[in-house]
């Protein structure tokens, strides 16, 4: 089970032949990604972001490629995530799940391209007919009630009916009292822009710890949030149902998890109300499925974390369709620039804070080779736990 086995007869998108990754920059952050050809002539893609360390990722998934992909069956993707995670092991890490997700991303989309059906056909079809997104980095700029509740009106009138941001600036694990009131202004600015109507979810980055998430809990109350998201670092877990007993609104969290095996202290612990796997990070299809499934064991929903580029958007959205505990979908698609729609071409748009059914076969993505070209890496960072990080100011 831990060699590529060449000995059944392949599928109808034949043997993997070769494995290549593009990177694409931007000025928020680098996206990477990674192509599949199969001796059928089809090729799948998927997304191997990582915040900072796209190069990695890239030459992780190469060397996996000549390690476990080529020679296989794209149709076995429960041996190939075994194959990849067990024979290199992987053992977690975020790095290898990134490049594992990404991977069973393509394997994905090429069985939907040789099947002609969109991904979401072989992930558990759909029990809904559209998907509800929420916005993130509409926010950029300075830490001011007037400058987010503007912010804020104008992302609404795009169509969003929820938002996400973090008001909370450079703070790490303890907050002034100056900047806890300048971060509470920001949500009750925020609040009082949009309406009642509006949800609105809570950052905190993971960043807190147990007596200034308590504060948080309590000072954000009045402001009706959906979500306060990561409160405290994950070092914390066995802290995090205290802070749901006294919390009046759901606590989520998860991003940083890269599997069900790192999902199971999570759920052990009860640590959250709101799971938030991330399809370029917890596993791809195969193993989001698997993480959604014990949520719902958990009565708990599912909204999954995005912050890479359209094409991991596109790809949720497929995972999104057949989960019945799925709540809402994050993207940043709102924030970047134009050229990177015409490198993942065929992305799903946003209208009106919903995605619709996908008809395409597989993901319904090319990756136009040409635009990468014209927009190579940055290699900028921006450090979060920095003064001034919120204006994304890269170095």
Known sequence: MLTVNTTRPAGPAGRITRVETLVLGTAWR??????????????????????????ETCQLAE??????????DPFDVEEIWLRMYQGDFLRGGDVGGVVVSGVDQAL??????????????????????????YANGWYTGERDPEVFAAKARETVAKGYSALKFDPFGAGLTHLEKAELRRSVDLVAA?????????????????????GTARRLVHDLAPYDIGWFEEPMPWTHIERYAELRAVA???????????NRYEYKQLFATGAVDIVQPDLSMAGGFTELRKIAAQADAHGMTVAPH?????LCTTASVHAALGIPNFQILETFDGL????????VKGALP??????????????????????????????????????????????
């Not at 990604?33 to 190069?55: F, Q």
């Not at 925020?190 to 147990?210: K, Q």
């Not at 009046?248 to 890269?258: A, L, T, V």
Request: glycine content about 12%; cysteine-free; charged content about 25%.
């Open 30 to 55: 680098d996206f990477g990604y990674v192509r599949i050809h199969t001796d059928e002539g089809l090729s799948g893609v998927g997304e191997i972001t990582h915040p900072y360390r796209v190069a």
């Open 336 to 343: 970047l620039e134009p050229y990177v729609f015409d490198a």
């Open 108 to 133: 994905y989309d090429l069985m939907g391209k040789a099947l002609g059906l969109p991904a979401y056909r072989l992930t558990g079809g759909a029990v809904r007919d559209r998907v509800r997104v």
């Open 350 to 395: 946003v209208v009106d804070g919903h995605v619709e059914l996908p008809t395409a076969p597989g993901l319904g993505i090319e990756l136009v080779d040409e635009v990468f070209a014209e927009h190579p890496p940055s290699h900028r960072f921006w450090n979060m736990f920095a003064e001034g990080w919120e204006k994304r100011n890269r170095t």
């Open 63 to 72: 060397a996996m490629g000549r390690r476990h992909l080529v020679g296989a």
């Open 248 to 258: 009046p609104f759901p606590i989520s969290g998860g991003e940083h998890f890269h």
């Open 190 to 210: 925020v609040r009082a822009a949009v309406g009642p109507d509006v949800d609105l979810f809570i950052e905190g980055h993971a960043r807190f710890g147990t």
């Open 306 to 310: 995005n912050s890479n580029s359209p």
